[in-house]
């Protein structure tokens, strides 16, 4: 949510933001809508002022008693009124997106995402390369057909030492971050209507929620919902912040709109798994954990010896509750380029806005943290591990880092 007195004082800002985005929102609107809520709002409470002090009267004085009928009956017009402005003006207020960083880049899609460096050794290969599908298929580890059977297409297993390499790697990740100062979680995997309004999810990606009928619950599309939304309507202890969080969730989206190579496989799917990072922080600490996050995901991408690129997203591919966000492309060689493996968005104050997180100042007033979140790893760090570590049979090498978890240093196809 927009801070109300950038709505009314430098509206022009919100503006930008939106002409930026390619937002359709009307903010001379939402502002006009502000005005007359304010205005009805005085009127309202005046009113009800002068039908108390009147109903004081009312014992000894007929004309009183007529004016607070009189009154009463204004007050209930006035009063429905002011609740439909009022709703009307949260709603179009919830349409809103974030303001943006100055050196977010300009672009409508992916494409326009502006490289900031590459790290790692592309690996290189003397016979065809397999892609995910194929050695998944291969070794007998993934299993997509099964998957449809079962559910439909978008699902999938993981199998026999691909749910090891799996239960692993996600393990392994949360030892990580637990070293580095993060509480651990299990959370729900269902949340409530105004959790993913307060994260910011609802309205803006309806389409991509899997809303369970008849209930005010949807199944997460990722544990950054369940996990800003712990501290719902919290004020929060300044000497323990910042509070860093992490979860290991299956996550479901819809992925509404995908299809063809890019989708080939389990690489954009209707249920994942992954480890999220959570930060909450105070306001002028928000640039340095969004960093720290992008550094927790180099670190962990470098020990798993995946070959990667950082990227500035840009406007058009960032969503709307972002200020600013980095994403993470390691190297898949089974699809012969880079692709997004995790995202770390700076949100400021747009969470904790919607969903009331604050914290006490110095001066003893209250402000609204920061939040940011940020992927540590997802089942796409398991098939870029396939890619790239495969040898000429189907064979694929483990990481190092993992071969003590996993019991095995490489998964070799079945024997026939």
Known sequence: MIDIKILRETPELIKDACRRRGSDVDVDAVIALDLKNRELTQKVEHLRAERNRLSKECRDN?????????????????????????????????????????????????????????????PEFDFKVRDHQELGELLDIIDTQRGAKVAQAGFYYWK????QLCSALFFWVQNELIKRGFTPFFTPCVAKERTLFGTGYLPFFADQTYALQGQDLALIGTSEQTLVGYHADE????????????????????????YGKAARGIFRVHQFHKVEQIIFCKPEESPKYHEECLANEEYLAKQLGLPYRVVNVCVGDMGAPGYKKYDLEAWFAGFNSYREITSNTNLTDFQSRRLNIRYKDEDGKSQFVHTISATAVTDRVAIAILENNQLEDGTVIIPEVLRSLTGFDRIEAPAE
């Open 62 to 122: 007929p004309a009183a008693r007529e004016q607070v009928k009189e009154i009463k009956e204004t007050l209930a017009g006035l009063e429905n009124e002011q609740n439909e402005v009022s709703a009307a003006f949260s709603e179009k207020m919830g349409w809103l997106p974030n303001l943006l960083a100055a050196d977010v880049p300009e672009g409508a899609s992916d494409e326009a995402n502006l490289e900031l460096r590459k790290e790692g050794t592309l």
């Open 160 to 163: 026999g030492k691909g749910a």
């Open 235 to 258: 004020i929060l202890n300044p000497g323990e912040l910042p509070l860093k969080y992490c979860s290991f969730t299956p996550c479901f989206r819809t992925e509404a709109g995908s």
